[in-house]
């Protein structure tokens, strides 16, 4: 069975500090990865994906995550956060027969509230 | 586009009351699921439906059920609601193939007392 560790439930930080979100995972198969952000009162939106390739990968508003298959981690990182990132963070986890079978077939880790004060 | 939408936003019940939690998404996705979101608890997959005429348990099936009524719609049915289902709960559908992602709607916020 797959498991998803984020290791912070709440990270404060400045306007424009840098930020880091901390992701394990636990699975006996490959697996592929995702980054979930929920703003208030919404549902979640796609931040960014490791699906194979290259282990860094990024999104449109600045983020990155690398897969490290070593260490079973998926980190998320942002080198200067800005108030409008102020959000919760979900990691999350997925294997070939449950993804190929239905991209919504994902073990989500239990959430990071970003805060990002001025 | 109104993507996926989710009726109603909040609803109130009292234990042993029954209700269903519709979705419809406008996007022509095959698949559709539903989750539940506690507090310190992530998002835990209820229920899904891979393609139009199909259903499968997700991590937490018991006390609900589910019908795709067509491609475009998905219900949550529980049928004698429980407080532990006080819960928000989240709709979502996806396309076919590995670069799809999930569309959520906004959510229903369920109490029951």
């Known amino acids: 069975a797959q498991s998803v560790t984020q290791l912070d439930s709440q990270v404060p930080v400045f306007e424009e500090a840098p930020v880091e979100l901390r992701c394990n995972y636990s699975?006996?198969?490959?697996?592929?990865l995702f980054w979930y952000v929920q703003y208030p009162n919404q549902g979640l939106q796609l931040l960014l994906k490791y699906l194979s390739g290259s282990t860094l990968v990024k999104s449109i508003n600045g983020f990155e995550a690398e897969f490290n298959k070593s260490q079973t981690s998926f980190h998320l990182r942002k080198p200067s956060v800005h108030i409008s990132d102020t959000a919760e963070y979900f990691c999350?986890?997925?294997?070939?027969?449950?993804?190929?079978?239905?991209?919504?077939?994902?073990?989500f880790g239990k959430g990071t509230k970003l805060s990002v004060k001025p | 586009n109104a993507g996926v939408t989710q009726t109603p936003k909040f609803q109130v019940l009292k234990t042993g009351q029954s209700m269903t939690l519709q979705c419809a998404q406008d996007?022509?996705?095959?698949?559709m699921y539903w989750y539940r979101q506690d507090p310190g608890m992530g998002l835990r997959l209820i229920y899904y439906s891979a393609s139009e005429g199909t259903t499968d348990k997700g991590e937490v099936p018991n006390g609900y059920n589910v019908s795709r009524l067509n491609k475009r719609e998905f219900s949550l049915r529980l049928e004698s609601a429980a407080p532990s289902q006080t819960s928000v709960y989240f709709c979502a559908s996806s396309g076919t193939g590995f670069n799809e992602k999930l569309f959520f709607g906004s959510g229903t916020q369920l109490s029951v007392l």
């Open positions: 996007m022509n996705h095959n698949s």
């Open positions: 699975s006996s198969v490959s697996v592929y």
């Open positions: 999350a986890v997925s294997d070939l027969k449950n993804y190929g079978g239905s991209q919504g077939n994902l073990i």
